[in-house]
C-alpha cells in the first residue's frame, strides 16, 4: 500500500493529487490557467511560470486536504520533470524537492507523456497491461507498447504538429477561442463529417508516425481559397464552419484509429488505451470504441477527469517507480523533451 503525492506544473495547469496503490485517486486538484491566457491565443510560457508559483502551495494544501490526509502520511512525492515548458517545470520540481527533503520522503521523477500513456489504468480493477497505448495531447501524438508501467516503448510519433496543437491551429483558423479541441467538438455537432474530404496523411503505408501538419494547411486553404490565407472567414456561414469542423475532426480521427489498429497489427496485442487531451474528444473514444469492437479487442479510454493534464496520472505512476526502487535525487533537473526511446 503507498500513498503518494503527485504535482503537475509541466505547461498551464497547476494541479497536486493524492492517490493511493498507482489507482486510487484520493483527490485530484487542478487550477487551469486558460482564462489567462485566451487573449494571446495560446500559453504564454513565462506567465505560465509565474501563475504556477502564485498557486501552486495552494493547490497542494487543497489536494492533502479533500484527501484528509495528513503530510506525514504520504510514501513519496512525484513530480513531471519532462517533457514540458522548462521554465513551468521548474516550479514544480523545485517545490517537489523542497517538500522531499523537508519531510523526509523520497523523490520520483515523472515523463509527463509516459503519465498520459498511462492514465487509461487510474480506476480500473485490473490492469490493461500489455497494451498499446494512444497518447493524443496538445505537445505530442504518439503510439506506445507498454508492457508495464515502468517498461514503455516508443512505436510512432508525430513528425510535425501534434493532434492537439492541429485541433487548436484549425480552431484559430476558424475564429473559435483557446483552447479549440474542446470549440472544435462543440461545432462539429451541428456539421457533416463528410462534407469536405481533407486529407488523410498516413506517410509510408507500414509508418506508425504522424503528420498533422497538412490538414492545418488544407483547412486554411478550404477557407480562404488556395494560397491564401486571410479573407475567407466572413463568406463562411455557421454551418459552413460547422462542416469544416466536423469533416477536420473526421479526418484527425480517421488517422488516429488506423494508425492504432497498424499498431495492434504489428505488436499483436489484443488491448487499446487512449490518453492525452484530445482523448477527451467523444467523437474519438466512440471511434475507437467501435474499431475495438469490430476486432474483439479490450479498450480503454482515460476517464475524462484524467485526460488533460493533471496530478493523479503523475502520482498514480510514481506508484511503480517507487516499488520498482526508480527514486530521484535532489539534484534533478526538468528537459523539454521526453526520454521515451524508440523501439
Ligand atoms: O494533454 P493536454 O491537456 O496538454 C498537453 O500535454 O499538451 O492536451 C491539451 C490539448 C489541447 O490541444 C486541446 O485543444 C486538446 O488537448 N483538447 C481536445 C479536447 N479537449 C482538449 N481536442 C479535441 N477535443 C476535445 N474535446
Ligand atoms: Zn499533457
Known sequence: MTTLLGIETSCDETSAAIVADGKDVRSNIVASQVEVHRKYGGVVPEIASRAHIECLDAV???AFEIAACAYANID?????????????????VTAAK??????????VAIDHIEAHACSAAIELDEP???????????????LFRIDDPTSIALLGATTDDAAGEAFDKVAAILGLSYPGGPQIERIAQDGDPKAIDFPRTMLAPDSLDFSFSGIKTAVLYHVHGHG?????????????????????????????????????RHSGLSTVVLGGGVAANRALRNALAVACDERDLQFHAAKMDY???N?????AL????????????????TYATGAVPRK
Open 60 to 62: 497542494i494544501e487543497e
Open 76 to 92: 513519496a512525492i512525484a513530480v513531471t520533470n519532462r517533457p514540458g515548458l522548462v521554465g513551468a517545470l521548474l516550479i514544480g
Open 98 to 107: 523542497t517538500l522531499s527533503w523537508v519531510w523526509g520522503k523520497p523523490l
Open 128 to 142: 490493461p497491461w500489455p497494451a498499446v497505448s494512444l497518447i493524443a495531447s496538445g505537445g505530442h501524438t504518439s
Open 228 to 264: 491564401r490565407t486571410s479573407g475567407g472567414l466572413e463568406k463562411l456561414s455557421r454551418q459552413d464552419i460547422a462542416d469544416i469542423a466536423a469533416s477536420f475532426q473526421q479526418a484527425v480521427i480517421d488517422v488516429l484509429v488506423r494508425k492504432t489498429m497498424l499498431a495492434i
Open 307 to 309: 485526460c488533460t493534464d
Open 311 to 315: 496530478a493523479a496520472m503523475i502520482a
Open 318 to 333: 510514481g506508484h511503480h517507480h517507487l516499488v520498482n526502487g526508480d527514486v530521484a535525487d535532489l539534484d534533478l533537473d
